[in-house]
């Protein structure tokens, strides 16, 4: 399928004009793993841009950091979550999206296609 190509179940790096993004399956090692499946990494300010796209198309997110003490408080699994932190001190330079499944990394990459490098 077309869709297994574009998302490339691994690493796949795309750029939208002058900036860039680039994904990756989550493993064990991120604290949202066994709950979203996609890491999408992208340069400011695109970062931006494109949270707001994921928002728009499946409603409201979490950031990253709150995502399980949302979860267990009030039961609500989000279908998507973003990081925009620091790192030990490091400027910001990018953000990060975190996506659920096969389906809406494919999404996100067919949205962005055009960009693929």
């Known amino acids: 399928m077309k869709l297994a190509r574009i998302i490339n179940m691994g690493t796949t790096t795309g750029t ?52 399980h003490n949302y979860h267990a408080h009030t039961g609500a699994e989000m279908p998507w979550a973003w990081d925009c932190s620091k790192y030990q ?16 990394m494919g999404l996100f990459s067919l949205r962005w296609s055009d960009h693929q490098g």
């Open 89 to 104: 001190g490091a400027s910001i330079s990018s953000g990060r999206i975190y996506l659920r499944d096969e389906e809406q």
């Open 16 to 67: 939208h004009g002058h900036v860039s993004w680039t994904s990756r399956l989550i493993d064990g090692r991120n604290q949202l793993f066994g709950v979203m499946a996609y890491q999408v990494k992208c340069s400011l300010p695109w970062f931006f841009e494109a949270r707001e796209w994921c928002w728009d198309q499946w409603g409201p997110g979490i950031e990253y950091e709150h995502y």
